[in-house]
């Protein structure tokens, strides 16, 4: 009978113990090993802030992380994402739209290069253009300015709208080349390989490897970065999820085009709940600056990070703000969930 009370009070402590361990569980235990979230920072969420750092990269490269918390539920952040045109809209993304299903010209009306890009247009060569442009891009955009005549603005401008159509069809029909920087910027995102493997080579070799369950689309955007506007198209991939060590709400942004300074890019949007129901609305973006390697790379860094730290919590609270306000327009309230 001792004995057996004696075993009794060791299941007991075990019982009590794998409790413990399992109200313990770290709701940021996806982003590991890329990202560790202190005392400090826990203290800092448990008031309401956000916390935003710069995290370990290579060279060329700058990433950053960031979360606050958030009261809203898987349903209505996917509802905001799919109107990502409603969501991102703000000081530092002033232009935005989401292309159609195929994507149309019509869907690019609203992009416009700004008269600096336009006057560079006229002066690319290869090797030698402040914009991305290959060189048959090039050589598409001057004939276009040449023939338009007194009208060359508009005329490169409707022309770069057609070449930023002919990238979108490109990547839809044979994604990024396997040695893109992106292939290199996904590897050095070292949480989703670890932790969300499928999803990681649906990233990989899209769009070879569909994935059951990933919502996705286009958008077009301009967005200020270091005080001059860029203009970027992200392919958005969404997936819901359930199990307490994956996210509600996975979402993965990257850069297909973008005209300065950028040449690759990985954001990824999350939803993660704390074993007591809270949620933290998590944000981690990698991306391969080209003035990074330039003379002055260190200072420029030093600069990039600071600035790209503050934003980011900065763009969070902006970002909390809009989700908790309510449904994006268009959608009720008392839709079923």
Same mark, same amino acid.
Do not use: C
């Given at each position: 009978m001792a004995m057996t009370i004696r075993g009794a009070g060791t299941l007991v402590i075990l019982l009590a113990t794998g409790a413990a +361990?399992?109200? +313990?569980?770290? #709701?940021?235990?996806?982003?590991? *090993?890329?990202? /560790?979230? !202190?005392?400090?920072?826990? %203290?800092?969420?448990? =008031?309401?802030? #956000?916390?935003? =750092?710069?995290? #370990? $990269?290579?060279? !060329?490269?700058?990433?950053?992380? +960031? +979360?606050?918390?958030?009261?809203?539920? /898987?349903?209505?952040?996917?509802?905001?994402m799919r109107r990502i045109e409603e969501l991102k809209r703000s000081s530092y993304v002033p232009a935005i739209g989401r292309m159609s299903e195929p994507p149309r010209i019509e869907d690019l009306a609203g992009l416009e290069l700004d008269d600096e890009d336009l006057s560079d247009v006229l002066v690319c060569r290869p090797r030698n253009c402040a914009i991305a442009l290959s060189a048959a891009e090039m050589t598409q955009l001057q004939r276009a300015a040449a023939d338009s005549g007194s009208d060359w603005k508009a005329g490169v401008q409707q022309e770069f709208r057609r070449v930023v159509l002919q990238r979108i069809k490109a990547f839809l029909a044979d994604?990024? *080349?396997? @040695?893109? *920087?992106? $292939?290199?910027?996904?590897?050095?995102? /070292?949480?989703?390989?670890?932790n969300a493997p499928l999803f990681a080579e649906y990233l990989a070799r899209y769009p070879h490897a569909p994935m /059951?369950?990933?919502? $996705?689309? @286009?958008?077009?955007?301009?967005? %200020?970065?270091?005080g001059k506007p860029i203009a970027i198209v992200t392919h958005v991939s969404m997936l819901r999820a359930e199990g307490d060590a994956f996210p509600d709400v996975l979402v993965a942004g990257r850069q297909v085009f973008a005209t300065r300074y950028i040449t690759a890019s990985l954001g990824v949007t999350a939803l993660v709940r704390s074993e007591r129901g809270v949620r933290y609305l998590v944000y981690v973006n990698r991306s391969q600056v080209d003035v990074l390697n330039r003379w002055f790379g260190g200072?420029? %860094?030093?600069?990039?990070?600071r600035r790209v730290q503050a934003e980011a919590a900065e763009v969070l609270r902006g970002l909390r703000t809009r989700l908790e306000r309510g449904e994006p327009p268009g959608i009720t309230e008392d839709r079923p969930r």
């Open positions: +361990a399992a109200a +313990a569980r770290d #709701p940021f235990e996806f982003f590991k *090993p890329s990202v /560790t979230v !202190g005392v400090d920072d826990r %203290r800092q969420l448990d =008031r309401g802030e #956000p916390i935003a =750092r710069v995290i #370990p $990269s290579v060279a !060329g490269e700058i990433a950053v992380f +960031a +979360a606050v918390p958030i009261h809203v539920d /898987t349903n209505r952040l996917v509802a905001w994604g990024q *080349p396997a @040695l893109a *920087p992106f $292939s290199m910027i996904l590897e050095h995102s /070292t949480f989703l390989g670890a /059951t369950g990933v919502e $996705s689309f @286009l958008y077009w955007s301009k967005e %200020r970065l270091a200072l420029v %860094r030093w600069f990039a990070e």
